[in-house]
């Protein structure tokens, strides 16, 4: 049991470069989440989905797509990335709504330049 | 005003020590309050969720004062293994889908 994985651990990026942040739980959550954490900051969510099937935006959804594949992953997009895209990202998955223990995947640090 | 506030700290304090952190929410209509645990360059989990009666864990004990908008973390008899951010979470009520707010942590520091 794996819990909620996330790749790669590590990115750096140019300006205007795109990628895809890849997220799976094996939990059988229905809800998973993206959050961006920058110092001094808490962490923010990006997207999240309250179900397979369904998309929302957080509070700071502006240069990132999502996508829940399946009810086991959701990935992130970075279109064209930005050097305030910098941060730590973490992905996480719920049993129903966030009134519920979120568990949180490793983590990507990805670095614009 | 930030949703969630907290004292960043560091709070430095020797093993077997009491400690207490506290944080402020705005949304008076708030609803599940929880603690969680960041190590360093680690992901967040979950230390304990945050009653209205009070509630304990082991050495943890978590109070939540909802006339004053606040929940507090008292930590007993330190370990070093207690050294870490503590994130303070709470989630809004909103219509449909809630979201949970994170503070921006209180960071432990246990010595010998």
């Known amino acids: 049991n794996a819990g909620v994985t996330q790749t790669p651990k590590f990115q750096v990026l140019k300006t205007g470069q795109s990628m895809t942040l890849q997220c799976a739980q094996d939990m059988n959550h229905n809800s998973m989440y993206w959050y961006r954490q920058d110092p001094g900051m808490g962490l923010r969510l990006i997207y999240y989905?309250?179900?397979?099937?369904?998309?929302d935006k957080g509070e700071v959804p502006n240069g990132y797509n999502v996508s829940r594949l399946n009810k086991r992953e959701f990935s992130l997009r970075l279109e064209s990335a930005a050097p305030s895209q910098t941060s730590v990202y973490f992905c996480a998955s719920s049993a129903q709504g966030p009134s519920y223990e979120q568990y949180f995947g490793p983590g990507t640090r990805l670095t614009v330049t | 005003r930030k949703e969630v506030e907290q004292d960043p700290g560091p709070f430095n304090v020797p093993e077997g020590a009491t400690v207490a952190f506290n944080c402020t929410y705005s949304?008076?209509?708030?609803?599940?309050f929880f603690w969680y645990r960041q190590d360093c360059r680690k992901e967040p989990k979950l230390l304990m969720s945050v009653y209205s009666s009070g509630n304990e864990d082991g050495r943890f004990t978590a109070q939540l004062n909802r006339a004053s908008q606040y929940i507090s973390l008292l930590i007993r008899d330190s370990k070093l293994s207690d050294s870490a951010t503590y994130l303070c979470v709470v989630s809004p009520m909103n219509t449909g889908f809630q979201k949970l707010v994170f503070g921006t942590g209180t960071r432990l520091l246990v010595s010998p």
């Open positions: 989905s309250a179900s397979e099937g369904t998309t």
């Open positions: 949304n008076s209509a708030s609803q599940s």
